[in-house]
């Protein structure tokens, strides 16, 4: 598949500005919700069924404004080579960890009881050791039955938790007079998702890759901290983005993120100690711990209702793929959810479907789809 994956300059005029004015608070519009309520060409389902996801996201004003919504993020980062090197992550997600002894790193993993037993392998297959399998920009926000499962989802997930990072940071320091670092905090939670574009590859059927179990969490999470690792991050912040999808704030909180920053230091090849990853007697975070790690997992929970949202919004097009579309074949629906939820986004259309009803949805959903 050939796609282009330099995307920065899209849609600059709106989504340049950014969502969290320096002390300002949070603006009274989005560029994201602009995009999703202008006004729409609708395709036939002829049209949608030959597209693919890349060509989706690719096509869709919404999700490239939330793509230029991270790039304008990554952009504000105080360091100038961490901001290159998230920029050209965002660019191009493609992996550089060391893949050639996986055999040793799966046998290290499995002696540290951070992967099952019966696993073969520890990564995602990869095609092309120099191009990531496809955009930042079409992968969805997680698994098929998840939060933002559809092309770009990704993108409108990641782009909410940034100004949701930022608006901590800023409220932080004007409330309690916190100095946090800009850096860690934001550009932690920017990369938080790096590898969801490996993981959750686009099958024959419009559906993604079933996600695999790693160190007790879905092998995205170690394995983006594994490649921040790999690339030279700060520790500080490879840690604050450990912290995305647990908090060290009660012990057994910790003993999770411990057991990822563990799993990342293995396969990216560090001695996590002595790379500044955990505290000397390798049991907690570096103390004192820092905020920076509270803020990306505070900001990271979109998912609390995109998950049920997107669940929910699926099933309310599933009825009407059957009474309005003809679709009962799940390769086509696959292929209209993908198409409808890449325009308008799952939680948009819940929002319709919750306060508007069913009507309103299939209207909504007519604006980007013919009968």
Request: hydrophobic share 45%; glycine share 6%.
């Amino acid at each position: 598949m050939t796609h282009n994956l330099s995307r920065r300059n899209l849609f600059k005029s709106a989504a340049a500005t950014s969502l969290l004015p320096a002390m300002g608070g949070i603006a009274a519009f989005s560029p994201l919700a602009m995009a999703a309520e202008a006004p729409k060409t609708a395709r036939t389902l002829k049209e949608v069924v030959a597209m693919t996801p890349v060509e989706m996201a690719m096509h869709s004003e919404v999700v490239q404004t939330a793509y230029r919504m991270i790039t304008t993020a990554a952009e504000k980062l105080r360091n100038p080579t961490l901001r290159k090197t998230v920029l050209d992550i965002l660019d191009n997600p493609v992996p550089t960890l060391d893949m050639s002894a996986e055999a040793t790193t799966l046998a290290e993993l499995k002696s540290l009881g951070l992967i099952d037993k019966d696993r073969t392998n520890v990564y995602p297959p990869l095609a092309n050791a120099t191009q990531a399998p496809q955009p930042f920009w079409s992968a969805p926000g997680s698994g098929y039955s998840s939060h933002h499962a559809y092309p770009g989802g990704l993108c409108t997930h990641v782009a909410l938790n940034v100004a949701v990072a930022e608006a901590f940071y800023a409220l932080y320091e004007s409330v309690d007079g916190l100095k946090i670092d800009f850096d860690d905090a934001v550009g932690g939670e920017i990369l938080h998702d790096l590898h969801k574009p490996w993981v959750f590859q686009w099958e024959d059927d419009g559906s993604c890759r079933k996600e695999l179990p790693l160190a007790g969490t879905g092998e995205h999470h170690v394995l983006s901290v594994a490649e921040s690792i790999r690339r030279g991050i700060a520790p500080s912040f490879c840690v604050a983005q450990a912290c995305a999808h647990e908090h060290p704030g009660s012990p057994a909180g910790e003993k999770q993120v411990v057991g990822w920053l563990r799993a990342a230091a293995v396969i990216a090849g560090v001695d996590p100690v002595k790379h500044g990853l955990l505290a000397a007697d390798g049991k907690t975070l570096p103390l004192p711990r820092r905020i920076e790690g509270w803020v990306v997992h505070l900001a990271d929970h979109d998912w609390v209702i995109s998950v049920p949202a997107c669940q929910w919004v699926v099933k309310a097009l599933r009825r009407l793929a059957e009474t309005t579309y003809g679709v009962k074949d799940e390769k086509t629906f696959n292929a209209m959810r993908n198409y409808v939820l890449c325009e308008l986004t799952a939680m948009r259309l819940y929002g319709i479907l919750s306060e508007k009803g069913e009507e309103a949805f299939a209207r909504e959903v007519a604006r980007v789809l013919k009968a």
